[in-house]
């Protein structure tokens, strides 16, 4: 089973319309969970992190329910400009200095 | 905003030669970083790197690969002998602090493996 799984998409969204996506996780050793954002060819940008109680940046919403396993995004009134691949991560605790584990990403592309 | 440089950008290398992929991490930052993604899938972890050795490595990490900081701000990666599936993009990453929330990437570098 892969460790962090999520829906490859594409999502195609209208712009100004609301998506939403999820990744799920099979280590719950992992500490703490976090959206990254993937343009072609490019790093991982950080997006957010995602908290149990859920949080907000804007027009983003994480949520992690630890339960489940599971971790959410939404994204309200979609911009052309995230149109990008979203990426699931955990961390996991090292000796020195933690682990990213990166899901497969989630292709979203906002369309006029 | 303190960023991290990695160079070449695009590396081609011959099956069997040696490469060596530079990183200057953010200049306070502790803890160093290699993953690599190979088109069309995941990001995944190589190596940590904290306090002048390696902390943590994947598998992926055989003997083919090393990691050295050789003075007080670059980082490098070698591969010994590339093989074809070594061709990927490397990402070099560092951090203040063992939260992710202070992970930096770099730009990557291309290595294509001809």
């Known amino acids: 089973r892969k460790e962090v799984e999520q829906d490859p998409g594409p999502f195609n969204v209208p712009e100004g319309a609301t998506v939403a996506f999820n990744c799920t996780y099979s280590?719950?050793?992992?500490?703490?969970f976090f959206w990254y954002r993937q343009d072609c060819r490019k790093e991982p940008k950080l997006l957010m992190s995602?908290?149990?109680s859920g949080n907000e940046d804007g027009r983003f919403t994480a949520q992690l329910n630890r339960a489940s396993q599971y971790i959410s995004l939404l994204i309200r009134d979609s911009k052309l400009s995230d149109s990008a691949t979203y990426l699931c991560?955990?961390?996991?605790?090292?000796?020195?200095?933690?682990?990213?584990?990166f899901g497969g990403g989630t292709r979203v592309l906002v369309k006029p | 905003e303190p960023e991290v440089t990695q160079t070449p950008s695009h590396q081609v290398t011959q099956m069997g030669q040696e490469v060596i992929l530079r990183c200057v991490p953010i200049?306070?930052?502790?803890?160093f970083y290699w993953y690599r993604q190979i088109l069309g899938q995941k990001v995944e972890f190589l190596v940590s790197?904290?306090?002048?050795?390696?902390?943590?490595k994947s598998e992926i990490f055989d003997d083919q690969f090393s990691v050295e900081r050789p003075d007080g701000s670059n980082f490098t990666l070698k591969i010994r002998s590339t093989k074809l599936e070594d061709s990927a993009m490397y990402f070099c990453?560092?951090?203040?602090?063992?939260?992710?929330?202070?992970?930096?990437f770099g730009s990557g570098t291309r290595l294509t493996v001809v």
């Open positions: 990453a560092s951090s203040s602090g063992t939260g992710g929330y202070g992970y930096t």
């Open positions: 280590n719950s050793a992992s500490q703490s």
């Open positions: 995602v908290y149990s």
């Open positions: 991560v955990g961390e996991l605790p090292g000796a020195a200095g933690n682990k990213l584990t």
């Open positions: 200049s306070n930052h502790l803890y």
């Open positions: 790197f904290y306090n002048n050795e390696i902390s943590e």
